[in-house]
């Protein structure tokens, strides 16, 4: 049994961050910079409560901000990602990257 | 804002495997092949009660099987990953890994 150092990857993951929804949430708002309610509801295929709660946790988290508005006569709800929610996904990833490369290498 | 295809693969993460202290469970018993009670949960930092709460999650899903046992005369539990537990992890490696590669594609 190989000794671990102290420190494994999986506790350097953010729950806020690392969760499935979050993470999907921060996922599509980095790529769309910034993205419409409804479209990460359908991508996400969540209901709009769960949807909301997981914004809410987000937002209390200052990983992204919601912009309310309208389009054409239809009320909209947008969401971006903040720096510090850009941050926060940088450093998921990495950590993720790591973890994987730990499985990895434990195969080769 | 780019057209996500439906399927992003935050949806394929299976929550009982994706959750940060279950993930790094499977991924040392991957590694280790069969991991002591105490050195999964000095390496992950958590309370027994609390390692204790995602085995039973992990076993019940059939992706752990649990081993009780003596060390001399000293109790010990063993963890040891299941051919389902190894399959699981491949699966959650290569969701994440698709996930990795969108973020990282939407930054070329």
């Known amino acids: 049994m190989t000794d671990q150092p102290v420190g494994h990857p999986a506790t350097d993951l953010d729950d806020v961050v690392h969760q499935r929804v979050r993470l999907g949430v921060l996922t599509i708002a980095h790529q769309a910079r910034r993205v ?5 509801r359908t991508t996400l295929d969540l209901t709009a409560g769960n949807l909301g709660q997981h914004l809410t946790v ?8 919601i912009e309310k508005g309208y389009e054409g006569r239809r009320p909209r709800t947008w969401i971006n990602l903040t720096k510090a929610g850009e941050r926060a996904l940088r ?15 434990s195969e080769a």
């Open 91 to 105: 450093d998921e990833i990495s950590n993720l990257k790591r973890l994987i490369q730990q499985v990895e290498d």
């Open 58 to 65: 987000l937002e209390k988290a200052g990983l992204v901000s």
């Open 36 to 40: 419409e309610f409804g479209f990460l």
